[in-house]
């Protein structure tokens, strides 16, 4: 069974940052497509940014260039660094661990509020 276990969220003034963490208990971490979303309320779930095939990355717009994702495969840990942090950013952001059309699983979700 897939596990993600997200934190680092918390409140934040704007322009301040925040770095989320999730931790996956996978085997063969590496072959799974992670990425990070988010869903403020009343809205729907939204891509943030996530590993596409080949290693590449893909980023909502709103957030290119203030945000960038990563991760470590040997500590099985994916990353999501933001910066000039707005608050229209504030929303729960998601972990999620994708394998083809057989796994498709979600973290419990860290809120992040960006506020003065």
């Known amino acids: 069974q897939v596990q993600l276990v997200e934190s680092g969220g918390g409140l934040v003034q704007p322009g301040g940052s925040l770095r989320l963490s999730c931790a996956a208990s996978?085997?063969?971490?590496?072959?799974?497509?992670m990425g990070w979303y988010r869903q403020a309320p009343g809205k729907q779930r939204e891509l943030v940014a996530a590993f596409t095939g080949g290693g590449s990355t893909n980023y909502a717009d709103s957030v290119k260039g203030r945000f960038t994702i990563s991760r470590d495969n040997a500590k099985k840990v994916v990353l999501l660094q933001m910066n000039s942090l707005k608050p229209e950013d504030t929303a729960v952001y998601y972990c999620?661990?994708?394998?083809?059309?057989?796994?498709?699983?979600w973290g419990q979700g860290t809120q992040v509020t960006v506020s003065s």
């Open positions: 999620n661990a994708r394998y083809g059309l057989a796994v498709n699983s």
């Open positions: 996978l085997t063969m971490f590496s072959i799974y497509t």
